[in-house]
């Protein structure tokens, strides 16, 4: 059974920065692609950035461009989400994915999810 683990959500002031991680586990890491999405209340859930499985390719969404950064640590079975000059737009609930395949902007491209971590952006 593949496990997902999310960390690091919270409540941060407009222009402050969180570092999300989430955890691997049931499954060889670094064979997977990983993805980080999020879903606002009444929207649907969203692309933010997936890297490939040797963390040397990376893509964002252009909402997040220059501001996230995401990068991986297949020793620690771990993916992070660096979130700097956050915005009250960035509030979310903030999922990782895994796919043993590609890197990928597509949610349904994505077997594994994890519970989900809330970030909140006051103003």
């Known amino acids: 059974q593949v496990q997902l683990v999310e960390s690091g959500g919270g409540l941060v002031q407009a222009g402050g920065s969180l570092r999300l991680s989430c955890t691997v586990s049931g499954r060889t890491f670094s064979t997977n692609a990983m993805g980080w999405f999020r879903q606002a209340p009444g929207k649907e859930r969203e692309f933010v950035a997936t890297i490939n499985r040797g963390g040397g390719s990376t893509a964002y969404a252009d909402s997040v461009k220059g501001r996230f950064t995401i990068s991986r640590d297949n020793a620690k079975n771990t993916v992070y989400l660096q979130m700097n000059s956050l915005k009250p737009e960035d509030t979310a609930v903030y999922y990782c994915?895994?796919?043993?395949?590609?890197?990928?902007?597509?949610?349904?491209?994505?077997?594994?999810w994890g519970q989900g971590t809330q970030v909140t952006v006051s103003s």
């Open positions: 994915a895994a796919r043993p395949s590609y890197y990928s902007d597509r949610t349904d491209a994505y077997s594994y």
